[in-house]
């Protein structure tokens, strides 16, 4: 990570109230697959890590069973609350968790992210798939910027100062090491796309 937990959160916390503002096609598209590509019932618990505002929690809620957001901003989660509010949802419950210690419900079905594990360094990333292995969680399915080729370095779709993305590659063999079989890989930019990992092993 290269900036400490305590940065990231104070970051998104001053980001919080605009934060929903001006996204790009590119995020527009990946929201959309991620929600497509999780598909829960209602009988499914969602857990979505990094959740911010709830762009992903909150669509998964209107199919969901209950669906769980985590993340480390009280910034953006007091805006994913103030929506579940306003949209009458009752199924939904935001608070602090983090990828490595995600503060999960105790029966996960579904796990989803989405343009947040970047924050994290590969080392870390391996680790929170090895945690949501453990979680005995189905699918999880993963939307964040990640590189399909070499990235243009004149053309960065993260912030180097403060983002750490991996490529598919380590990715998919963190997903393989952690018991799950990649079922989706969809690229949206050459450094950003979706991953669907199904649980290959009971
Ligand atoms: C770019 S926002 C994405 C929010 C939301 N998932 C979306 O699609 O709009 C990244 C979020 O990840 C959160 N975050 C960063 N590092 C985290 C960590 N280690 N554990 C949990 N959340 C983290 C930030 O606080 C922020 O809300």
Do not use: C
Request: net charge negative; aromatic share 6%.
């Amino acid at each position: 990570m290269k900036q400490s937990l305590t940065d990231h959160a104070e970051r998104f916390d001053e980001k919080a109230p605009e934060y929903d503002s001006n996204k790009s096609e590119e995020y527009k598209a990946t929201v959309s697959l991620v929600v497509d590509h999780a598909d829960p019932s209602p009988a499914d618990v969602v857990l979505d890590l990094g959740t911010g505002t709830g762009a992903i929690a909150l669509a998964l809620a209107e199919d969901a069973g209950e669906v769980v957001g985590r993340d480390i901003s009280e910034g953006m989660l007091d805006e994913a609350r103030a929506k579940a509010t306003e949209r009458g949802l009752e199924n939904i419950a935001f608070g602090e968790g983090r990828f490595r210690e995600p503060n999960a419900p105790d029966s996960v079905d579904i796990v989803t992210s989405n343009f947040a594990m970047h924050h994290l360094s590969d080392e870390e990333k391996r680790e929170t798939i090895a945690v949501l292995g453990d979680l005995g969680a189905d699918r999880v399915v993963l939307g964040d910027v990640m590189f399909f080729g070499e990235p243009n370095p004149e053309e960065p779709f993260y912030s180097p100062a403060v983002d750490d993305p991996a490529t598919v590659g380590v990715l998919a063999d963190a997903f393989t090491d952690a018991g799950f079989a990649l079922t989706a890989v969809e690229p949206v930019h050459e450094q950003v796309g979706v991953l669907v990992a199904q649980r290959a092993v009971r």
